[in-house]
Nanobody, 124 residues
Framework: VQLQASGGGLVQAGDSLRLSCAAS????????VGWFRQAPGKERDFVGG????????TYADSVKGRFTISRDNAKNTVYLQTNSLKPEDTAVYYC??????????????????WGQGTQVTVSS
């Protein structure tokens, strides 16, 4: 399966963006999908994840209450709604599929099929 993240852009603090992660090649409805981000010179950090059935989500403390993950398995797409953006949210955002069925973890090493990221830049 191949993933492609899109929807990034240059916005001002307080604005919103909806990022999309589209999968092709095979369905991924049984697998959790994670969103990660990486700022220049920093490690890739977990942002949030959603289970295959969309029954559960988990978020990093830094984005709780501001970001929301959803998925449409019929469209093979996962979304990351980002609200109240801050300059510290500036990063390249990536999506990835968990390697195990029915599990959500926060370790990037547990994920595969990384897509090309999408740049989010938040100006103050």
């Amino acid at each position: 399966v191949q993933l492609q993240a899109s929807g990034g852009g240059l916005v001002q603090a307080g604005d919103s963006l909806r990022l999309s992660c589209a999968a092709s090649g095979r369905t991924f409805s049984r697998y959790a999908v994670g969103w990660f981000r990486q700022a220049p010179g920093k490690e890739r950090d977990f942002v949030g994840g959603i289970s295959g059935s969309a029954g559960s989500t988990t978020y990093a403390d830094s984005v709780k209450g501001r970001f929301t993950i959803s998925r449409d398995n019929a469209k093979n797409t996962v979304y990351l709604q980002t609200n109240s953006l801050k300059p510290e949210d500036t990063a390249v955002y990536y999506c990835a599929i968990h390697k195990a069925i029915g599990v959500i973890t926060t370790n990037p090493g547990d994920f595969g099929s990384w897509g090309q990221g999408t740049q989010v830049t938040v100006s103050s």
